[in-house]
């Protein structure tokens, strides 16, 4: 399995496996081998994929508050169910692997506490106070290109 092919949704599976999967002491030596059979632990091609993405954080090249708005908690839930491995890895390899991970999980984590109500901004009315508001049974809604606006 390629880092590419990580990213199709049908392979998300393999994280709600692994955190059964993980609290086996048997499963979790196997992460001591120098290399780690990866058709065992295809969860290591999500940690390839999510230090990727932490090292464009880290750098500049994603704007942090618009990847921590959307993945904030979503991060921490990944982190939290593979760092087990991580760190019985980091064992025998060190601080440094994963760290652009651990670093996106880091930053979500203090994003979500400085954002404890969510990040939508304070002067926009939510959906519910809206109620009524320019909608009806025969508002007809024209593509956005035309503005999105009701005839």
Not at 11 to 25: G, Y
Not at 103 to 130: I, Q, V
Request: include cysteine; proline fraction near 7%; hydrophobic fraction near 40%.
């Amino acid at each position: 399995m390629s880092i590419d092919k990580w990213s199709l949704l049908t392979n998300a599976i393999t994280l709600l496996v692994i955190a059964a999967k993980i609290k086996d002491p048997a499963f979790l030596a196997e992460y001591d081998a120098p290399e780690v059979d990866r058709s065992r632990h295809p969860e290591l091609y999500a940690c390839d994929w999510l230090e990727q993405i932490g090292s464009y954080l880290k750098y500049g090249l994603l704007d942090a508050d618009v990847l921590l708005d959307v993945t904030s908690t979503s991060i921490n839930r990944l982190w939290n169910q593979l760092a087990p491995a991580i760190e019985r890895m980091r064992v025998t390899r060190g601080d440094g692997l994963y760290e652009n991970f651990e670093y996106w999980a880091a930053k979500g984590r203090l994003w979500a506490k400085a954002h404890p109500g969510g990040a939508y901004p304070r002067n926009m009315p939510r959906m519910r106070d809206l109620k009524g508001i320019g909608v009806g049974p025969g508002t007809v809604f024209r593509p956005a290109i035309f503005g999105d606006t009701p005839e």
